[in-house]
């Protein structure tokens, strides 16, 4: 009878100290959790509000915000964000010092947001002050050390009182000023905007001895992604091409840049006399600096104005004369192979004349003759195959190619092309 009691009272003493230390256990992993979130907190903690709370809160408390703008299919915004953002230390900086929130510039608020703010290039930040006026943009992945100081940067930018508009302003008193068009410049670039025409001004008001120093080409980075043919300052390389090398700049540097945003400006004002200027200057760059041919500039311009039956024929010559070569050097072949790889692609997505579509198919099969492993080039080599009606081959190709993708484990790209596979045995007629 004791022994039965006994047992009763250990069994029932047990189930206790089982609740006791669940209890305790769960109390404990609530702390640490707590613990974690506010002792501990790692990286940039970013607003969960939509955009007029976030300009309400900046208005409210007084202050700065700072704005990631990126896109979902963006890889060095997705960089950015998985190793830098969440740092600890980037995370103290921005916390303390600005209000901090992400858009995409595809959804929602961002598109508005990337609209009024002109962004044209993922990842872009943006500093606003309290009332939401641009103070500072910049753009790209970077490394934690320089995101840290493009925020110290911000902070001095917002401590400077004199806005845009008075500079505009004191401009029209002060452009033979070369003092004052340097600052103005300065502030410009601060906010991501052209400085195009005020480089032509400043270089105009220098003697021709003073045209290249330092002091310029450093003016040249800071504008490298405005310069254009047809201006001063696309000249000045032009003339001084040895006193340049003699302070250790290539200009081919600036003029590649130049010929790029001249051919951007081109499509998007559809200026086919800029066209072929951007052409002839792009000809005259050695071939052993610059790679693009003019087959490549037309292809890219009428790909961008939606002109099929021009992008076709363009695309075609530069595949068929160029990207197909037979001698191809091995030092080429990953350039070729990507190349191929996206014009192929392009067609896949929006072209459905046959004969065209057949000549993709074997640009793509060539850049699998180069990487036999790579699964972006399968999934575009079985898309067309799929689109050309040869079925049973493109689920065969689809088939390898997530085999392969899984070894990467990406993700969203296995789960994509496993739903391409499904829609391929349903014989749905859009991928």
């Known amino acids: 009878m004791l022994a039965k009691v006994y047992k009763v009272h250990r069994f029932t003493q047990i189930r206790k100290d089982f609740y006791y230390f669940r209890r305790m256990k769960i109390k404990l992993l609530i702390s640490l959790l707590i613990l974690l979130h506010f002792g501990y907190s790692q990286g940039i903690e970013f607003e969960e509000n939509n955009w007029e709370d976030v300009l309400t809160k900046a208005v409210e408390i007084q202050k700065p915000i700072f704005v990631d703008v990126y896109t979902t299919w963006c890889k060095p915004c997705k960089l950015m964000s998985s190793q830098v953002f969440n740092i600890k230390e980037v995370g103290d900086v921005y916390n303390a010092n600005f209000i901090c929130c992400k858009v995409d510039a595809e959804k929602g608020d961002g598109i508005r947001i990337a609209k009024e703010y002109e962004v044209n290039a993922f990842p872009t930040y943006l500093f606003l002050n309290a009332n939401g006026t641009?103070?500072?943009k910049a753009k790209g992945s970077m490394s934690p050390e320089e995101f840290l100081t493009l925020a110290l940067s911000a902070k001095n930018e917002l401590s400077n009182p004199k806005?845009?508009?008075?500079w505009e302003n004191e401009y029209v008193q002060k452009k033979t000023d070369t003092a004052f068009l340097r600052a103005y410049m300065e502030k410009n670039t601060h906010l991501g905007k052209s400085n195009t025409k005020l480089f032509d001004e400043y270089l105009a008001l220098l003697p021709d001895d003073q045209r290249v120093?330092?002091?310029?080409?450093?003016?040249?980075?800071?504008?490298?992604n405005h310069i254009k043919i047809h201006t001063l300052a696309y000249e000045n390389l032009q003339r001084n091409q040895?006193?340049?090398?003699?302070l250790g700049t290539n200009i081919y540097i600036f003029i590649l840049h130049a010929t790029e945003n001249s051919l951007r400006e081109a499509i998007k004002n559809g200026d086919e006399r800029l066209l072929e200027d951007v052409v002839?200057?792009?000809e005259k760059i050695p071939k052993i600096i610059n790679l693009k041919r003019k087959e490549?500039?037309?292809m890219d311009y009428y790909k961008s104005l939606n002109d099929e039956e021009n992008y076709i024929r363009n695309a075609t010559a530069y595949c068929e004369t160029w990207l197909m070569s037979k001698d191809i050097a091995p030092v080429l072949r990953e350039i070729y192979s990507e190349n191929l790889n996206n014009i192929a692609w392009?067609?896949?997505?929006?072209?459905t004349d046959l004969n065209?579509?057949?000549?993709?198919?074997?640009?793509?099969?060539r850049s699998l003759e180069f990487f036999p492993d790579n699964y972006m080039y399968l999934d575009t080599y079985a898309r067309l195959l799929y689109k050309l009606g040869k079925i049973n081959k493109a689920i065969a190709m689809q088939k390898k190619a997530i085999k392969l993708v899984k070894n990467t484990k990406d993700e969203e790209n296995i789960a994509k092309y496993e739903e391409i596979l499904q829609k391929m045995k349903q014989r749905e007629k859009k991928l």
Do not use: D, P
Request: zero cysteines; a negative charge.
């Open 280 to 282: 002839e200057e792009n």
């Open 134 to 136: 641009l103070v500072m």
């Open 242 to 246: 040895s006193k340049f090398y003699k």
């Open 296 to 298: 490549e500039i037309y």
């Open 356 to 365: 065209a579509l057949k000549n993709a198919l074997r640009w793509s099969k």
């Open 346 to 351: 392009n067609f896949f997505e929006r072209i």
């Open 163 to 166: 806005s845009i508009v008075e």
């Open 213 to 224: 120093s330092k002091e310029i080409i450093n003016m040249y980075y800071e504008e490298i």
